[in-house]
């Protein structure tokens, strides 16, 4: 059975899929915003655990004699992830300064209900 | 004692007991918004046609409840059955082993001179992606700055939420641990290359450090200390002392052109070596530290000072 073994990659995936349709189904907004941070860990989780090999060792390299390459795991994934993150900490912050603003003018963050106070305006303008 | 005088205790009985609206609990004035009914007769019965059609909408969230739970289902049964063909975790013949990760583990060493071949890499083979990322970090909290900022003409809205400043076991607790963390958080920043860490997570555990003052001290008192002032002249020093040292750092590192770089890798495993991976991480630990501060700040306050 290869999905006991690859099981961070079923767990990932499970996390891609919850997310993306909290994503796509819901309505409130911050629901939207947390999905797409389901999905960003699913895809972490995914990506670091691709760098992983069993019995290496972490890339830390002894200070002095020669560094076999073969002896430790894949550090490029890692640096991945690295920026990953760091996008993500600041799509989110992003997302909710918007949110925040269309809460205090709409008072609240359903979005059809924010969509049909918009058809509402333009219909009086 | 303590019950009485703490104002958020009854609050959070109230809370617990569900007596209050959400509204009330987060005391958010709720205003109503401020579209006016049309009189006309023509549109009420739109707008009547309309109620119908929400009452037929939460009839039918049910339904649109269980289609997505279906889907979520689909998407689930979809990706994990590709994973079924994937190669297997952990095996020693996965193709992400090739040239690129030997190059970088077994000479990373000897040509950047860090221990530690995660920072190695995103500081010196990678060191445009992490100055992005910087810039990254920088805009969001130029954006949402410019989102949330309120004019300065305006008191700051006093809005009782759930605030620990005035609750005394929370200060000593805060009094003693905030030196802890800042010092870790420091001995991260300047460990990167040579133990796990570095500069983004050094920089985070930096700035809860300071979130923790700024919250067990009241925002007032942490804005009075760490002045808007001090966190811009920190980001764009730090910012363009990055700029500036791995620009010199891609321009000297040319053999063909005669200049020759006057950084050296130095000692592995001492301190001081690594040539500019100390410093830069150094740069990106302060830069992280004052965006998650700011984000805190201005969501909380609505501005810096």
Not at chain 2, 106 to 129: C, H, K, P, S, W
């Amino acid at each position: 059975m290869n999905l006991l073994i690859n099981y961070e990659a079923v767990t990932s995936m499970v996390l891609f899929a919850i997310g993306f349709t909290m994503l796509v189904f819901s309505k409130n907004i911050m629901k939207k915003i947390l999905g797409l941070n389901i999905v960003d860990t699913g895809v972490y989780l995914f990506l670091a655990s691709m760098g992983y090999i069993e019995g290496k060792l972490t890339p830390i390299v002894p200070v002095a004699g020669p560094v076999d390459a073969l002896d430790y795991i894949n550090p490029i994934p890692q640096g991945l992830v690295l920026t990953g993150i760091v996008v993500s900490v600041s799509f989110s912050a992003l997302m909710l300064a918007l949110t925040v603003r269309l809460y205090r003018k709409y008072r609240t963050l359903n979005l059809d209900k924010i969509y049909e106070m918009c058809r509402k305006e333009d219909e009086q303008e | 004692m303590l019950m009485k005088n703490n104002k958020f205790s009854s609050l959070l009985k109230e809370w617990y007991e569900g007596n209050l609206s959400f509204d009330e609990r987060m005391n958010i004035e709720t205003e109503k918004p401020v579209i006016k009914k049309e009189e006309t007769t023509e549109k009420q019965k739109i707008y009547l046609v309309k109620d119908v059609e929400n009452a037929e909408e939460k009839l039918t969230s049910k339904g649109y409840k269980f289609f997505s739970v279906i889907f979520c289902v689909i998407l689930a049964v979809i990706l994990v059955g590709t994973v079924n063909f994937m190669p297997l975790f952990a095996d020693d013949n996965t193709p992400t082993t090739n040239e690129v990760y030997e190059h970088y583990v077994g000479e990373g060493r000897d040509q950047t001179g860090a221990v530690n071949t995660v920072a190695g890499m995103i500081l010196d083979y990678r060191a445009f992606d992490t100055l992005g990322e910087s810039f990254v970090l920088f805009t969001a909290t130029c954006a949402v700055l410019l989102l949330l900022e309120q004019s300065k003409d305006k008191p700051i809205k006093k809005r009782e939420t759930f605030t620990y400043t005035n609750d005394p076991i929370v200060r000593l607790v805060v009094k003693l641990l905030t030196p802890i963390i800042i010092v870790f958080g420091i001995y991260v920043l300047f460990n990167g290359h040579l133990s796990p860490g570095g500069g983004f997570s050094g920089g985070s555990v930096l700035g809860a450090g300071f979130i923790l003052f700024a919250m067990a001290y009241g925002e007032d008192f942490a804005a009075k200390v760490i002045t808007p002032k001090i966190i811009r002249v920190i980001t764009i020093c730090s910012l363009s002392f990055y700029c500036l040292a791995k620009s010199y750092s891609f321009f000297t590192g040319n053999e063909f052109n005669g200049i020759h770089s006057i950084i050296t890798p130095g000692t592995p495993g001492n301190i001081v070596s690594g040539g500019l991976i100390l410093p830069l991480n150094i740069a990106v630990g302060f830069v992280v530290c004052c965006t998650m501060y700011s984000f805190y700040m201005i969501f909380k306050r609505g501005r810096l000072d």
